[in-house]
């Protein structure tokens, strides 16, 4: 399986490339982003990309990739509506259509959030940009796309959130991980998972497009499938 791969430096990008390269059912992983990751492993291809809006330079290198992961994202905090929505949902969707265009017969991941709001019409403005991304990429003609909402994800390898609040946030909480683990573990869940969870969909698909958590944790564990 060829995989390409958008959000590489971020928690959850960082943690689906880790998988991605030791998983064997990966045979390739392009990444594509603003600036390199400065790794170079055999399986392990970049592509340095600065307008994130136009893929059209590079559209061709999509043509032979079998899943899309993309894990880029942005917090929603001091951030306008206007501003928010175009990092979200219309640079999601240029990536999308670029790939479409180059190859429709490829399954698309998208690392959502618990609490996205499919009917667009929430009080939440981030829930609803999210719910129109998710309904937007569902509504293209790849062979397959599945949307992830992940709820609390724990970082594990070394990986962390490029966000210093959330970094803040992770470090208060790690202790009191397993707990969480124990209380709530429809809403717990690990960056491995996600990881292993996107490779997980690319390769074998799942029952439902929306996944949660408890699917993600599902997803995680190999042979356990719906």
Known sequence: MKVALFGATGMVGASALIECLADPRVQSVLVVGRRSIGISP???TEIVHSDFFDFGPIQP???DCDACLFCLGVSAAGMSAEAYHRLTYELTLAAARSMLAANANLT???VSGAGTDSTE???SMWARVKGKTE???LALPFKAAFML???YIQPLRGVQSKTPQYRTFYAALGPLYPFLRRLAPRYVTTSVEVGRALIRLAAEGYSRPIVYTEDINRLALTGDRE
């Open 42 to 44: 055999p399986k392990l």
């Open 61 to 63: 290198r999509f043509a």
């Open 108 to 110: 698309f991941c998208y």
């Open 121 to 123: 019409r929430g009080r």
């Open 135 to 137: 309904n937007a990429l």
């Open 149 to 151: 909402r992940p709820a």
